[in-house]
């Protein structure tokens, strides 16, 4: 079991505006927080999700978690045009590329920047908690974001570490968490189905 004994955030804040990609990477760091007696807000921004049955899907489970935590919730607009016009050129791109600098900068920038405006001195994501994600990448994405409002700080700890993962299995199974077989975009999804690791009908129902 995680100990959330030593966990501090900078500058000792006990306010953490926490950006939250889904239910189940997010569940274990909000349990750890709470236990860290730090009091997060939740922050939910995904315009890169497709398709909108899927985002609506992903963010009611967070929005269930977060009720039952008693967690405080700022939801945000979907935006997924301006997601589509921010990647555009790097359709090709592979996983962990180009597109998802991209994706990065555009979710946890408005993260700080919504952090920077409610009081928040300090913002972290869930993002780099999943094995599938590039921990390196999301921690640059948001220290460039954090870097762009003076007195923010972005919190760039390791969430897998000290059975960070093992937890988020845990309580993914004790609540049944949807478990999502695709990071989120289009793109994903399309290279998850040549992979064969969903199928269309699953997450991409007729219309």
């Not at 500058?11 to 927080?33: D, F, G, V, W």
């Not at 929005?63 to 997924?80: F, H, I, Q, S």
């Not at 979710?107 to 590039?134: E, M, P």
Request: hydrophobic fraction near 30%.
């Amino acid at each position: 079991m995680t100990s959330s004994a030593s966990l501090q955030a900078p500058h000792n804040e006990k306010k953490i505006l926490l950006h939250c990609c889904c239910a189940p990477c997010s569940c274990s760091i909000i349990q750890r927080m709470l236990d860290a007696g730090l009091e997060p807000t939740l922050f939910f921004y995904n315009p890169n999700i497709y398709p909108p049955e899927e985002y609506t899907r992903r963010k009611g489970e967070v929005l269930r978690y977060a009720k039952k935590k008693g967690v405080p919730v700022a939801d945000t607009d979907y935006e997924p045009e301006t997601w589509l016009e921010k990647t555009k050129g790097y359709e090709a791109e592979a996983e962990r590329g180009k597109r998802c600098d991209l994706c990065f900068e555009m979710r946890l920038g408005k993260a700080a920047a919504y952090a920077a405006a409610h009081g928040f001195k300090v913002f972290t994501t869930s993002l780099g908690i999943s094995r599938w994600k590039d921990l390196a990448q999301v921690n640059r994405a948001g220290e460039r974001a954090a870097a762009l409002f003076p007195g923010l700080t972005y919190w760039a700890h390791n969430w897998r570490l000290q059975g960070g993962q093992e937890q988020m299995e845990q309580i993914s199974r004790e609540e049944s968490f949807y478990r999502q077989r695709y990071c989120g975009c289009l793109y994903s999804l399309r290279e998850s189905i040549r992979r064969g690791l969903t199928r269309l009908s699953e997450n991409h129902p007729a219309r």
